[in-house]
């Protein structure tokens, strides 16, 4: 069965440094990696995804995401944090290249970003 | 113009008593999902349909119930409430469902007395 891990539960940064989201998944064979956001009341947003190709990956509002096989790990960055950058971080994790299958989502990661 | 809609957004109601959740889609997907949040924000997927057909069930009650009329709707109906069904309830839906994104509903608060 697919897993994720999230190891911190909430993450704090000021406005204009950079930020990291930890992720690590567990999936036997190909995995397909997923960053979703959640804002205060509502639905959750697709930030980026990485299915195969470059390790490297580039998503909405300035968010990238790296795959490192090796370490099983998906940790989503950006550059500069901005205070609306403050939410709720979610990654998740599918088998790939076996049909129908379930996403699995991580516990969450609160990104509180200061002025 | 909404691409995932559920109805209602806030759904009070007493214990014992039975509720209906709808959701509909206009993004053309075949493929939709509901996922529980619990008061922790843990995510957990309950069920998927794809093109009308139940693909993923979880180990769910058998209180819980969707149904799919047609790709763009999926429906869940509750029996028999109880408090611990007391969560944020999220449809969403993708287009296949092995490496497309899936798109969120903005989600049903539900509050079991």
């Known amino acids: 069965a697919q897993s994720v891990a999230q190891p911190e539960d909430q993450v704090n940064v000021a406005e204009g440094n950079p930020l990291t989201v930890k992720c690590t998944y567990s999936?036997?064979?190909?995995?397909?990696l997923f960053w979703y956001v959640q804002y205060p009341n509502r639905g959750l947003q697709f930030l980026l995804k990485?299915?195969?190709?470059?390790?490297l990956v580039k998503g909405s509002y300035g968010f990238e995401a790296e795959f490192n096989k090796s370490q099983t790990s998906f940790h989503l960055k950006k550059p500069s944090a901005l205070v609306s950058d403050s939410a709720l971080y979610f990654c998740?994790?599918?088998?790939?290249?076996?049909?129908?299958?379930?996403?699995?989502f991580g516990t969450g990661t609160r990104l509180l970003v200061s002025p | 113009d909404t691409a995932v809609s559920q109805t209602p957004k806030y759904l009070v109601t007493q214990m014992g008593n039975d509720k209906s959740i709808k959701c509909e889609q206009n993004?053309?997907?075949?493929?939709m999902y509901w996922y529980k949040q619990d008061s922790k924000k843990f995510l957990k997927i309950m069920f998927s349909?794809?093109?009308?057909?139940?693909?993923i069930n979880e180990t769910v009650p058998n209180r819980f119930s969707p149904k799919s009329p047609d790709k763009a709707h999926l429906n869940l109906h509750i029996n028999s409430l109880e408090l611990g069904d007391s969560a944020v309830y999220f449809c969403?839906?993708?287009?296949?469902?092995?490496?497309?994104?899936?798109?969120f509903g903005q989600g049903t608060r539900l509050t079991v007395v």
């Open positions: 969403a839906s993708s287009q296949g469902d092995i490496n497309t994104e899936a798109f």
């Open positions: 990485y299915i195969t190709g470059d390790n």
């Open positions: 999936v036997s064979g190909n995995p397909y």
């Open positions: 998740a994790v599918r088998r790939g290249n076996t049909g129908f299958q379930k996403l699995v």
């Open positions: 349909y794809n093109n009308k057909e139940l693909i």
């Open positions: 993004l053309g997907h075949d493929t």
